[in-house]
């Protein structure tokens, strides 16, 4: 009852902040390029070691993440370019995180997670590439848990509740485990599709 009412309170913010959105002409992909900036900032103030000023403006670049794509519809903008541009974009908002963390990790010397964040940043772009891959070859490969808005929502916990550490092991462990789940996927269907020639 309390998820139903908190989830109810978010829609009706979204799309009071959609509608304004709408209104003021803005162009979506002006809203993606805006929240790939503020996911800069994040990456900077990461840098700096302020993670919890760090993820509150993850929260705000978030907010740009969720509406462009409905502001886009709303205004009856959606293009196959502005999709393509909002998914080129969100790489590099997730590698603006990653690049911060990595300049903090190296400034502490602590190799490790140096490591660490980067097979982070390895398994995040992987996730992507292997649905983009996969769907090149099959209708659609959406499988496996942590996708990007599961890898946010982490960093922004991470950052919060100063718990980094098992966050980017857990995003390091399960981002790749979905690139195996969409490769063994890809495998079966791609074997289906071979034999029913």
Not at 85 to 98: E, T, W
Request: aromatic residues 10%.
């Amino acid at each position: 009852m309390l998820t139903r009412g908190i989830g109810a309170g978010a829609q009706f913010v979204l799309d009071r902040v959609v509608r304004f959105l709408s209104l003021t002409k803005i162009h979506p992909n002006v809203l993606t390029a805006l929240g790939l900036v503020i996911n800069i900032v994040a990456g900077v103030l990461f840098g700096g070691g302020h993670f919890v000023a760090a993820g509150l403006v993850v929260v705000g670049a978030g907010l740009f993440d969720m509406v462009d794509g409905r502001v886009a519809r709303v205004t009856n903008q959606v293009t196959s370019f502005g999709a393509f541009f909002d998914s080129v974009l969100d790489r590099y908002s997730d590698m603006a995180l990653y690049m911060g963390l990595l300049v903090y990790y190296a400034r502490a010397e602590r190799f490790f997670y140096v490591v660490l964040v980067a097979l982070v940043m390895a398994g995040s772009v992987m996730v992507s590439y292997a649905r983009a891959r996969a769907e090149s070859l099959i209708p659609s490969c959406k499988v496996g848990f942590l996708e990007r808005p599961e890898r946010v929502v982490l960093i922004i916990i991470g950052a919060l509740f100063n718990r980094m550490a098992p966050v980017l092991w857990i995003i390091a462990v399960l981002s790749n485990i979905t690139v195996v789940h969409r490769m063994i996927y890809t495998w079966q269907h791609t074997q289906e599709i071979a034999s029913s020639r």
